[in-house]
């Protein structure tokens, strides 16, 4: 194509310069990638040709620019012409080191490059000469050492011409990315659909669809949107660049490419994307936490409703008490009047418990404690229901109380149930001592007749006499020692007992003094650790120990029972083994044992059947447990629990 035919054919100096930028940029994007592996290389030889070459195209690059632009005085005719000229001899220039490269030899210098820069000098030099515009060159596919981006990705690079596209391609394989190709605006929307990409480089001035259609329809795809785009294009109007900004492309650099900018921009660019798809994966999870919020929100709501209970909101600072919930409907207020004061609030407590639930409040707060307590509350209807309020403290920096967040809940009828409850209790205890009188009365009374009996009688009884009277008596004995056990059992039910700091090891020493006799008469060895000091009853905790000893004492083998107690601490408890070397007990019967009146001997060894009832229902009392280890004759291991001090 002649030069007249150029610009009588409306394409325009900014096409025209858009053809010649072409090759020239492709003479660039190679010599600089040549010089890239000669200098990693040492080719000093090859070097300097080299740099000859990517400056004079540097030259070229600018005298095109300048020698094509417009508003310069000039007709288009003249303008062309005169580059024809000016291109001349630098072409020629260019193709001479061509020529020295390829018939220099040694090294190991990428001569298929170097090849290419000489066709594109040579379609330069067809245009200088006047016989056409030139076209693009073909690229053999090569690729050396990558240097790893901070931000390595997938990038599809779009641009008809291949030789542009396999520079392209071969500088951003070396900055560490994944690149694909592709020849056309309908290949690369394609591409697109199929397979996943971070960025795409997009040629602007390409047939059929160019890069605006494309970047236009990726806009208009959900499934496109959010790839960024930066378009590449020797096109350097102004008007252009403003057109692919305002269709959605990131950003717009001018050919031919500078690879360290190349690289910021690509940098930039995608951690812009990162930092959007995070914003979008936070947006995500912010609106399922929301969400999540609601329906616990909503079962907070229900559970409250079902409790009878309201939520208060007290800010010390001011003291405003904010009411919510079923507060309100709780303590018989109208919603109109949801924020209180404190004084208010407390005006509405029963004047019997007004007292005690002030103290206890301040004291939490002046500790900085949580708070928990049961008190009556008197409704302007004159109802006295029991509520129970628990709340959480909040303290500043300093520990400077600021706000307390509590809930409120109706325990009247849990309160009529354990008065009930402790109304039975008495009576099962009053019971419980006058049927343990009345019993013992009567075996009382018979045990002294019968031994009247016998030191009356003129006649010796003989043998089956006296053995008559031994069972008789010994039953006698297990009667009295049965209703001894169900009263204590009753007892230890209906009395939880006092806890309070209780050294074990004091314990200990009482119940060994108790059972001095049983211990010389075995032969028992009882030895124990340093035992710590635990939160409970004494007394409880002796009937326990003793229990537990006197059991081992009772079940002994053949050898003298070796007792042992011992602690170790574990979380907020106390664990206590009491081991001997006794008869043991089969696996099967380690829960079962616990049970009232189990047995798992007869009557020559004696016991009721509720030692460790009593011992399970005491440990129960403290807030432990008790568990039993054993096998039959290696001995027996019991274990229980006990909270340690605060």
Known sequence: MTHAAVVKSGSGLATLRHQLLTPLNHILGYSEMLLEDSGDNGFNSFSQHLTRI???AKDLIRLVQTGLAPGQGRTAEKMVSELRYELSGPVHRILQEVGSLTGESGGDLNFADVVKIGRAAAELLTFAQGRATPKSVVPAHRRRGV??????ARILVVDDNKTSREILARQLRRQGHEVAGAGSGAEALSVLLQSRHDLVLLDILMPMLDGFQVLEKMKADPSLTEIPVIVISALDEIPGVVRSIEIGAEDYLFKPLDPILLGARIDSCLEKKRLHDLEKQRAKEVKAAFEQLHLSEERLRLALKADRAGIWDWDLIPDVIVRCG???RLFGLTPETSNS???????IVHPDDRERVHNHLREAIRNCEDYQEEYRIVRPDGSVPWVESMAVLYCDDDKRPVRMIGVTREITERKLVEAALRRSNQDFQRFALAASHDLKEPLRAVSKDLQMLVQRSEAPLGAEGQRIITSVMSSLDRMSNLISDLLNYSQVSAKKGKRQLTSADAVVAMVLNDLKIAIEETGAVITHDPLPVVLADFMMLQRVFQNLIS?????RGQDPPRIHISAQPQGEMWVFRV???GIGV????????????RRLHGRDVPGSGLGLAMCRRIVEQFGGTIWLESEVGKGSCFYFTVPSPP
């Open 326 to 328: 079923d507060l309100n």
């Open 341 to 347: 004061k404190f004084d208010e609030m407390l005006s």
């Open 147 to 152: 240097r790893r981006s901070p931000t390595a």
């Open 586 to 597: 089969e696996p099967k019967y380690k829960t079962w044992i616990f049970g009232l009146f």
């Open 551 to 555: 059991n081992s004492i009772k079940y």
């Open 54 to 56: 990517r400056q004079t």
């Open 579 to 581: 081991s001997d070397n």
